[in-house]
């Protein structure tokens, strides 16, 4: 019986691998093709199925007409998603550590009702926020900038790093602050020496949900800005016109994917870790 589940977990893992891997195989494969590959058929294996080419890469390192260049919307992106995300992180950590800690009363509004304040910004349709940011930005002379965006992002991405930092310092024990204290740490002191060392899978995931959010978001790079300002999502749409480019959207997807994704892989060891390990004494 354990056999046979073995064997078929092994399956069921490989079958969905496949499913995940396949599009990201696809697209490499569709980013060395010309316009004479594309339109002539499925094709999979190059130099078997087709002669490669590199003209989607290069083309997006190149300016004029026949090039795309992707390098200023990839700094803007990073940029943009790094410091917003940083900001959020920062901000995020300190609120909830103070929610998850401490209790606030303002008549019936209590930590509960904070918390769910924050998160409930995240339920609100994006075009609702549209015109609001838009005037907001005008009046301060940041439309299309990237001061601008990261304005917005904070405010998009704050409430999920709260979020996550509430629930996970609610799992830390209040009596780790106490002996820190006990030791001769203020509350401030026993935060930063005792529990935010002890945070780092939760900082790691709330980052993970802040950069993945701010890296994908395409709604309000596309509202807010026009020329001055370009983030990735936005340039990769503009590439669809009469006659698509799939090469070069292709490689300009991948390119995409790729920060997100080694990020994955780097962070993921403080993912699995034990969140408290060696923390009780």
């Not at 697209?27 to 058929?41: R, V």
């Not at 550590?97 to 509960?112: D, M, P, Q």
């Not at 769910?116 to 926020?129: A, E, H, N």
């Not at 950069?211 to 309000?220: E, K, R, S, V």
Request: glycine content about 6%; some cysteine; aromatic content about 16%.
């Amino acid at each position: 019986m354990n056999k046979f589940y073995h064997t078929l977990k092994t399956i069921f893992l490989l079958g969905w691998s496949i499913f995940v891997v396949f599009p990201f195989l696809w697209a490499l494969s569709t980013s060395f093709k010309d316009a004479n590959a594309i339109t002539s058929g499925a094709t999979y294996i190059p130099w078997v199925d087709f002669e490669p080419s590199t003209q989607g890469w290069t083309s997006l390192f190149t300016t004029g007409s026949q090039g795309i260049n992707i390098v200023g919307p990839f700094i803007d992106s990073a940029t943009v998603t790094l410091v917003a995300s940083l900001v959020s992180l920062i901000l995020g950590t300190l609120a909830a550590y103070g929610l998850s800690r401490f209790e606030y009363r303002l008549g019936f509004v209590k930590n509960a009702d904070i918390t769910f304040f924050f998160i409930s910004q995240r339920i609100m349709p994006p075009i609702v926020l549209a015109i609001p940011f838009f005037l907001m930005l005008k009046e301060l002379g940041a439309l299309d900038t990237i001061f601008g965006l990261v304005l917005v992002y904070v405010a998009l991405l704050l409430p999920i790093a709260v979020w996550v930092m509430t629930d996970f310092f609610a799992g830390i024990p209040k009596e780790l602050d106490e002996m820190a204290m006990t030791d001769g740490c203020s509350p401030i002191g026993a935060f930063f020496r005792v529990i935010l060392p002890n945070s780092v899978p939760g900082l790691v995931v709330a980052g993970m949900f802040c950069l993945i959010f701010g890296w994908n978001d395409f709604f309000f790079a596309f509202t807010l800005t026009f020329t001055e300002t370009q983030l990735l999502p936005v340039s990769i749409v503009s590439l669809n016109s009469s006659v698509t480019p799939w090469w070069s959207l292709s490689a300009f997807a991948l390119i995409s994917v790729a920060p997100l994704a080694l990020v994955a892989i780097v962070v993921e060891r403080y993912m699995s870790r034990g969140t408290m390990s060696g923390a009780i004494r």
